[in-house]
């Protein structure tokens, strides 16, 4: 095994025993009031914040609906956008990841009615839009909340755009990313944030 190998493994267990500790804990736990860079967590895991510049490519992904969805476009609305990337067989770090997702829009009130959140599939492959209706409806999404899939060569193109793609699912890492209306930057939250710490990254980039 190469030590990046290495490396990437190391970072997963800590981002598992980090969401098993999440998942266990009942109700959701505050980090520090004011996180700078990164925010420390249970189970000794760690978010760190960064804003980043990315060109959306322009593929064309498929929704839970089988509805085709131009990406780019899709992006550049005048909403504001949450990102993340799972795949619905995932039973480490999705589960956690999603359940976060979920309970975004309760910690945000009435600032969640311009959100839309949407979940891209890394397992194109088994992840058909069926199957994301499903976990969809598992995980109580609303119209706000989009679950896309694609081909295999498109879904790799946009995880390599974002800075994600690790080339196995077995080994991809969490990773929030969230965009403001008219703002070309990203922000980028590798790592856990839990459901108060996203809401309150999320609120900073809202005008007023």
């Known amino acids: 095994m190469s030590d990046h190998s290495r490396l990437q493994r190391r970072r997963l267990l800590t981002a598992c025993g980090a969401g098993a500790a999440l998942l266990a804990a009942g109700p959701w736990a505050s980090a520090h009031e004011e996180p700078k860079q990164s925010v420390a967590w249970p189970g000794g895991n760690r978010y760190e914040r960064s804003m980043r510049s990315y060109t959306v490519p322009d593929v064309s992904l498929v929704d839970a609906d089988a509805r085709p969805v131009r990406l780019r476009e899709l992006l550049a609305s005048d909403e504001p956008v949450m990102i993340n990337f799972i795949f619905t067989t995932c039973s480490t770090i999705c589960p956690v ?38 976990y969809a409806r598992s995980m109580g999404a609303d119209k706000r909340w989009s679950f896309l899939t694609g081909r295999v060569q498109d879904i790799n193109s946009v995880q390599r755009a974002f800075g994600i793609y690790s080339g196995d699912k077995m080994t991809h890492e969490p990773l929030t990313l969230i965009r403001y209306p008219g703002n070309r930057n990203w922000v980028r939250i590798d790592g856990f944030a839990n459901p108060d710490e996203l809401a309150r990254e999320y609120r900073k980039g809202l005008p007023g």
């Open 97 to 134: 990841m999603v359940r976060v997702f979920a309970d975004v829009p309760s910690r945000l009130g009435a600032a969640a009615k311009d959100l839309r959140m949407i979940s891209i599939s890394i397992d194109p492959e088994n992840d058909t839009p069926a199957q994301l209706k499903t």
